[in-house]
Nanobody, 119 residues
Framework: QVQLVESGGGLVQAGGSLRLSCAASGRTFSIYRTGWFRQGPGKEREFVAAITSSGGITYYGDSVKGRFTISRDNAKNTVYLQMNSLKPEDTAVYYC????????????WGQGTQVTVSS
């Protein structure tokens, strides 16, 4: 079992920045990859970014490339999402999730943190 807690959401003006954190506890040694997803009002859940625990390989959704950066601090079992040049369309609940093995899918999810970008 892995427990995830997101933090760092809030209200920001367009063009601003926020940094989200995802703190993991439990079987953290077994995490293969940590990802961020988001779901905006009336929209389907969307992949944002992911990072492997070993090697730090990163993946990004097309809508955030060049604006968002995912990073990790393995000593703190925490993954960060630095969000710059925020747009109103980035407004969503942001969730972190972990994949324990390659191809297993993201099985464990946090409760989400709200990000609201005003125009």
């Amino acid at each position: 079992q892995v427990q995830l807690v997101e933090s760092g959401g809030g209200l920001v003006q367009a063009g601003g920045s926020l940094r989200l954190s995802c703190a993991a506890s439990g079987r953290t040694f077994s995490i293969y990859r940590t990802g961020w997803f988001r779901q905006g009002p009336g929209k389907e859940r969307e992949f944002v970014a992911a990072i492997t625990s070993s090697g730090g390989i990163t993946y990004y959704g097309d809508s955030v490339k060049g604006r968002f950066t995912i990073s990790r601090d393995n000593a703190k079992n925490t993954v960060y999402l630095q969000m710059n040049s925020l747009k109103p369309e980035d407004t969503a609940v942001y969730y972190c999730a972990v994949e324990l093995h390659t191809g297993a899918g993201f099985d464990y999810w946090g409760q989400g943190t709200q990000v609201t970008v005003s125009s």
